[in-house]
């Protein structure tokens, strides 16, 4: 009988029970849980344990992109949780391996709220734990994924470059051809962040060319994503093509948001071939789709491509236009309380427009500005085209 | 190394027939001494515990896993 054979039956038997009560326990005590009590709810022995802890990883996961405060505070309880558990409960590296995760999750809370350098710090940490133990290599790599996606945040983008190469081996190594195919495309979009857009789209086609088994969802994500690097190399029969391929997917996978995202980049496609008419005609009922979901950030962006167009447009009639929308965007986005550097930014070229001094490089320059607070909250909005 | 089992839910011949498979890699391939080497594939199986393997991806993800952490052994 193997050394370690008895240790390892009688874990692997209590991570299944664990799992199996985390099912029927943890959702229910954390809903009933009011949010400023949920940190008390560390000393509560049914969490405690290596099964709910992962329980409250994939809620945390789940929670983290609609309700991100809350998927925050869900990844300070479990790295309270964790750092109570001691040997003997489990056997050392699942200690670490356990703290590691929490850690993890909590660094990826802080990155989704713009919260960078503690971002950092916690994914450091569990780094750190996960370092002391060579059999966590693959736990390590993605925790060093989510560093780097940290890291570009941060605009260091060449450590960011490095680690996404190194985690693609190490998931490479480990045939998890799922966070391979992330990996890859994860470099392919800082590429694209870069505007290095040539090897952004080299990138996609790679990783579609590679016979790996991608999900559909992805495989639409990378159409959209090369029709997008098309569009701006000027590419535009490849461009409209990839685009709608991506959109039959997106509509059979019901994901209503990048169908409407898929075709507000077809409007910007028409408006580059310089069909402005085509452009505004289609961008019109994206925009209202937009609204119709509540995405009024979406709807924003998209009228602000309206803006653009009609200014490129240039006659009066379609100025007065491109104010009137204008102003409406900057309505909706007071109504709806969002960022307030973007309502200057928009205040701005509203009065611009107002003023007859707005160009559409003008009204693009907006549009890149309120896109990039989703990264860099605190930017400022910089004047650079700005006439007058 | 047969495809049909993974080491999950205390199943004791994957475990047995892993932690053999494993720590014969550790120290023929990584010249590992061969206590070492038990430690590294009952550490390596403990931690796969996490990634629920299946039958079908459990004998690569070791064998990654063995590899990853011979490398890093020191």
């Not at chain 1, 085509?278 to 925009?287: E, F, K, N, Y």
């Not at chain 1, 447009?313 to 969002?338: D, K």
Request: overall charge negative; charged content about 25%.
């Amino acid at each position: 009988m193997s050394p370690g054979l008895t240790e390892f039956s009688v874990i692997a038997r209590q991570i299944q029970q664990e799992r199996e009560v985390a099912a029927t326990t943890v959702d229910p005590l954390l809903s009933s849980t009011s949010r400023e009590q949920l940190s008390r709810l560390s000393e509560h022995s049914d969490l405690r344990t290596f099964g709910a802890l992962e329980r409250i990883g994939n809620l945390v996961a789940a929670r983290l992109h609609d309700e991100p405060t809350y998927g925050l505070m869900l990844a300070e309880l479990a790295v309270a949780i964790a750092e109570r558990i001691t040997e003997p409960a489990y056997p050392a590296v699942l200690i670490h391996q356990i703290r590691g995760y929490a850690w993890k999750d909590f660094g990826n809370a802080l990155r989704v709220l713009a919260r960078y350098d503690e971002s950092l710090e916690a994914l450091r940490r569990a780094e750190r734990y996960l370092e002391d133990h060579v059999a966590l290599t693959h736990d390590l790599a993605q925790v060093r994924f989510g560093l780097a996606t940290t890291l570009q945040e941060m605009q260091r983008y060449e450590e960011s470059l490095a680690l996404y190469a190194e985690c693609r081996e190490v998931f490479r190594r480990h045939s998890d051809g799922r966070r391979v195919v992330l990996s890859s495309f994860a470099e392919g979009v800082l590429f694209q962040r870069l505007r290095n857009y040539r090897q952004a789209r080299e990138t996609y086609l790679l990783l579609l060319a590679s016979h790996r088994e991608i999900d559909k969802e992805t495989v639409a994500a990378l159409h959209h994503a090369i029709g997008s690097c098309c569009v701006e190399l000027g590419d535009y029969p490849e461009a409209d093509a990839n685009l709608l391929r991506a959109i039959p997917i997106y509509r059979e996978l019901g994901m209503a948001v990048q169908i409407q995202q898929a075709e507000m980049m077809r409007g910007r496609l028409f408006l580059r071939q310089g069909d402005c008419e085509l452009a505004v005609s289609h961008l019109r009922p994206v925009r209202r789709q937009f609204l119709r979901l509540s995405l009024i950030e979406e709807a924003g962006l998209c009228g602000l491509e309206i803006v653009e167009t009609l200014l490129t447009m240039g006659s009066a009639g379609r100025v007065m236009m491109a104010e009137s929308l204008a102003r409406r965007i900057v309505e909706e986005f007071t109504s709806a309380s969002l960022a307030t550097r973007a309502i200057t930014a928009l205040g701005y070229l509203s009065e611009a427009i107002a003023a007859r001094k707005a160009t559409a490089a003008l009204a693009k320059e907006v549009r890149e500005f309120v896109l990039s607070l989703r990264t860099a909250p605190e930017r400022e909005f910089s004047r650079l085209t700005a006439t007058g | 190394m047969p495809d049909s089992i993974a080491p999950e839910a205390g199943d004791e011949a994957a475990y047995e027939h892993y932690f053999a498979t494993l720590s014969a890699i550790a120290a023929l391939q990584f010249q590992i001494p061969a206590a070492d080497a038990e430690v590294l594939a009952n550490e390596v199986l403990l931690a796969s515990l996490r990634h629920r393997l299946n039958e079908s991806n459990a004998e690569r993800w070791l064998v990654g896993a063995i590899t990853s952490a011979a490398r890093g052994y020191r």
